[in-house]
């Protein structure tokens, strides 16, 4: 499978933005896809996570409660909503790809990553 992201854009601080994470190729809804985020000067970190089916997500903390994963298999794409956002939000967003969900946070452990999209939250 390969990963398509898009939706990123500039935003207030407050604002929301929809990223898209197109997946071409067979088998999508055997996948879990996760979101990432790099910051200049930072390492990549975890964002969220979605199961095979979209049954199970899980965030990490600094964004709990104001973003939320989602999946649609019939359009092979994953999304990520982005509310309230801040400018500590700033950063490359990544989709990746994996078959299954051991150590989920860890981004060495996907295989397949799209290219990223720029999310901008001005003060």
């Known amino acids: 499978v390969q990963l398509q992201a898009s939706g990123g854009g500039l935003v207030q601080a407050g604002g929301s933005l929809r990223l898209s994470c197109a997946a071409s190729?067979?088998?999508?809804?055997?996948?879990?896809m996760g979101w990432f985020r790099q910051a200049p000067g930072k390492e990549r970190e975890f964002v969220a996570v979605?199961?095979?089916?979209?049954?199970?997500?899980y965030y990490a903390d600094s964004v709990k409660g104001r973003f939320t994963i989602s999946r649609d298999n019939t359009k092979n794409t994953v999304y990520l909503q982005m509310n309230s956002l801040k400018p500590e939000d700033t950063a490359v967003y990544y989709c990746?790809?994996?078959?299954?969900?051991?150590?989920?946070?860890?981004?060495?452990?996907?295989?397949?990553w799209g290219q990223g999209t720029l999310v901008t939250v001005s003060s």
């Open positions: 190729g067979r088998d999508f809804s055997n996948y879990v």
């Open positions: 979605i199961n095979w089916s979209g049954s199970s997500t």
């Open positions: 990746a790809a994996r078959r299954t969900l051991t150590s989920y946070y860890n981004p060495s452990t996907y295989g397949i």
